[in-house]
């Protein structure tokens, strides 16, 4: 079945710097959603990618979608402590009504 | 606040017990999924429903069951219930644009299982 990686699983960033966390699938995706928990907190959307090679940017926070529509990225710039949680990428493939959810990428923030 | 209510909010019960985990979607949304999250995991796809049928299964153990109603709210049941059962349960809904695979979910604040 398809699978989605998430790497790195834990992210410890100084806080001012910038990082950036990766998800690939096994199977090709028909689009890749990304979602922040924090602590304590549920899963809410940030933004979804539905374009091979889309790139999209929501202030600090880049995400891209790879051409062969198999990988993506976050990347956040000059990380605040706002930033903390983890993040979780989700993507259906064609015809698969279940959205697989990475692993998350659990951020933390040294001040 | 997503809209998407789920009760109760903690759950303390023991080994073998049977418990009913309730789940009301953000208004207008058709469907609704159940989420596993156990401690250092992810979030583990359990099941989907769309306008009262099941549409989708995940990793759902056979202990365990769902349904949506008639007004869409859904409940997860959860029988003979072991200590790794112990977990955050998550409720999440969405339109579910007919054809598409592109919805956006929208996530309850969750119940927290504890077995013991």
């Known amino acids: 079945g398809q699978q989605v990686m998430q790497i790195p699983q834990y992210q410890h960033v100084q806080e001012g710097e910038d990082f950036t966390t990766y998800c690939n699938s096994s199977t090709t995706l028909s689009n890749i959603q990304w979602y922040k928990q924090r602590p304590g907190g549920h899963p809410v959307f940030l933004i979804q990618l539905v374009k091979s090679g889309e790139v999209k940017k929501q202030k600090r926070l880049t995400f891209q979608f790879g051409e062969a529509k198999k990988n993506s990225s976050l990347h956040i710039t000059a990380t605040q402590t706002t930033d903390v949680g983890t993040y979780f990428c989700a993507g259906y493939t064609i015809n698969d009504y279940k959205l697989s959810f990475g692993a998350g990428t659990t951020v933390t923030v040294r001040a | 606040d997503s809209g998407v209510t789920q009760t109760p909010k903690h759950l303390i019960t023991a080994t073998g017990q049977r418990v009913t985990l309730r789940c009301s979607p953000r208004?207008?949304?058709?469907?609704v999924y159940w989420y596993q999250q156990s401690l250092d995991q992810g979030l583990q796809f359990l099941i989907q429903y769309y306008n009262g049928e099941e549409r989708a299964k995940g990793n759902i153990l056979e202990r365990f069951s769902a349904q949506q109603f008639p007004d869409l709210h859904s409940e997860l049941n959860l029988s003979s219930l072991e200590l790794g059962d112990s977990a955050l349960y998550f409720c999440?809904?969405?339109?579910?644009?007919?054809?598409?695979?592109?919805?956006?979910?929208?996530f309850g604040p969750g119940t927290r299982l504890t077995v013991l």
């Open positions: 999440a809904s969405s339109v579910l644009t007919s054809g598409a695979f592109t919805d956006t979910q929208y």
């Open positions: 208004s207008g949304d058709l469907s």
